[in-house]
């Protein structure tokens, strides 16, 4: 059997939705005096028992409506999100493009935000050096890389933000709606690198709602509802099922 | 068990080091690259509030203390560090919000590299004091100056601990921000900043020196101001203090940092 590259066993989620954010402060005051949880909060179950792995090289894709927990799931396995129940293993360095801006500071350079996030994602300074030129001529953002990010377009922002995390090699990347942001001739490149990325044994994981893109790039799919996988098989079954619902 | 995990802990942002540094070149370059003056800025601040208080210290309200000027300098810098710190903690973690999201890594990283950044200038500040002192005061390098560097370490330890338990409260109360600057604008008249600790009466020493703050500066004013070693008593006294505010606080700010990603 090959080796999994993300399992995830068992793995819940819950958050406490907060009615009143400015005020937790004084609720906490009320939990505290009153020994209860104050009426403020309550719970709610993003993810619950979820089950899955995914073999080393595997390409695979989430799909689903909005809210049914798939960017949930990703920042549970990308580590951001500790599991409130179950267990996430992971074996190689692990990539993430889960939002749009990917974690870029607005008042910072292309270059200054791409050391910081390499640093952030365990690099050295010689090899984001040596990635450097590759991020650079991947992103084709010329000159504005010496730009502060605020003034990037989306465009650009999801172009350096996706050239970052594919050209530090990762064993598996994560990417939640990457390749919609950007035009025609950034996804194609896009789907081009990815294909080479899944040829040299990467694993991936990503979130769509371009089901075109999803059968193109991925093996199996997962489609997810209300914080749970309703199905989990080939991608073009996955597909067919999930459109025939939608 | 607290042991292994600290050690653990320690470790973690040791492999991130890279990171840290990458963090405390981009504070560093923010910060002078976008005013024309950079570094004059940064000092100015400081040696106008300073020029103030002596000023007035020596002419208005005269607080018997000989060169003043050269008292106030001794401590005041290290005060400043130390209120810049904190004020700069109830944002830091907010202001990394978006990569905190994107990126697992030890968040206390972020606090870490804005406190060496502030602690590169403030060390430009005490070596130019400890400079200006030698000069127009001692007229030689005293002896005791040797000890200053432990001191500023010592410093750096408290300051962190005092700074953990400070941004993990703004993550979830952004009351914290509204509080803070009451708390160092109390703290500014309870530590000896303008006047000297041996001012205090008898009766209330000992609390008042429980304030950690109050004894660091106390040490900055007997090796750069006086030129004198303080005791060893005095040495421990401080270390334990920085010390243990450090791991107890950072032990806190352990367990509750993995929530920070879910409400930043």
């Not at chain 1, 990457?178 to 035009?183: F, K, P, R």
Request: glycine residues 6%; charged residues 15%; hydrophobic residues 50%.
């Amino acid at each position: 059997m090959e080796h999994a590259a993300v399992r995830c066993a068992a793995v819940s989620k819950r958050f406490r939705i907060y009615e009143q954010r400015a005020t937790s402060l004084r609720e906490t005051f009320i939990r505290i005096l009153l020994r209860k949880q104050a009426l403020l909060t309550r719970p709610y179950f993003a993810l619950s028992d979820i089950d899955f792995s995914v073999r080393q090289g595997e390409a695979v894709a989430l799909i689903g409506t909005n809210g049914s927990g798939k960017s949930t799931i990703l920042r549970v396995i990308a580590g951001i999100y500790p599991p409130s129940g179950g267990a996430v293993q992971l074996s190689g360095r692990l990539a993430a493009v889960l939002e749009l801006g990917a974690g870029f500071h607005p008042d910072l350079t292309g270059t200054e935000n791409v050391a910081i996030y390499g640093a952030a994602l365990g690099l050295t300074r010689r090899e984001i050096r040596a990635r450097f030129d590759d991020i650079l001529d991947f992103a084709d953002i010329g000159e504005f890389i010496g730009t502060p990010v605020k003034y990037y377009s989306s465009g650009m922002v999801a172009r350096l933000a996706f050239a970052v995390a594919i050209c530090v090699e990762p064993d598996i990347l994560l990417l939640d709606e990457v390749l919609s942001v950007g035009d025609e001739t950034f996804r194609d490149r896009c789907i081009e690198r990815l294909r080479l990325f899944h040829q040299r044994g990467g694993t991936m994981l990503l979130v769509s709602h371009d089901l075109e893109t999803v059968r193109e790039m991925c093996t199996r799919a997962i489609w997810m509802s209300q914080g749970g996988v309703r199905m989990d098989g080939e991608v073009n079954e996955v597909a067919d099922a999930y459109l025939a619902l939608a | 068990m607290i042991g292994a995990q600290m050690i653990g802990s320690l470790r973690s942002v040791y492999r991130y080091r890279e990171l840290l540094w990458a963090l405390v070149l981009r504070n560093l370059k923010v910060k002078y690259q976008s005013s024309l003056l950079g570094f004059f800025w940064t000092m100015l601040n400081p040696i106008l509030t300073a020029s103030v208080l002596i000023v007035v210290f020596t002419n208005v309200v005269k607080i018997q203390i000989p060169n003043y000027w050269a008292f106030l300098m001794s401590g005041y810098f290290a005060w400043n560090f130390m209120a810049q710190c904190l004020n700069a903690a109830t944002y830091t973690l907010g202001e990394h919000g978006p990569l905190a999201r994107s990126i697992a890594f030890p968040q206390e990283v972020l606090i870490i590299s804005t406190t060496i950044s502030r602690l590169i200038e403030f060390t430009v500040e005490l070596l130019l004091t400890m400079i200006v002192l030698a000069v127009a005061l001692h007229g030689r390098v005293p002896p005791s100056y040797a000890a200053v560097p432990l001191l500023v370490v010592l410093q750096f330890i408290l300051c962190l601990g005092l700074q953990l338990p400070v941004a993990a409260l703004s993550v979830f109360f952004k009351d914290v921000q509204h509080a803070l600057p009451i708390a160092i604008a109390t703290l500014f008249y309870v530590s000896p900043v303008f006047y000297a600790a041996d001012f205090v009466p008898d009766w209330m020493h000992e609390v008042y020196l429980l304030n950690p703050i109050a004894r660091l500066l106390t040490l900055y004013h007997e090796t750069i101001y006086k030129g004198m070693l303080p005791s060893v008593e005095e040495w421990g006294a401080a270390a334990a203090f920085s010390l243990l505010t450090f791991l107890v606080t950072y032990s806190i700010f352990n367990r509750y940092k993995h929530l920070f990603a879910e409400v930043l």
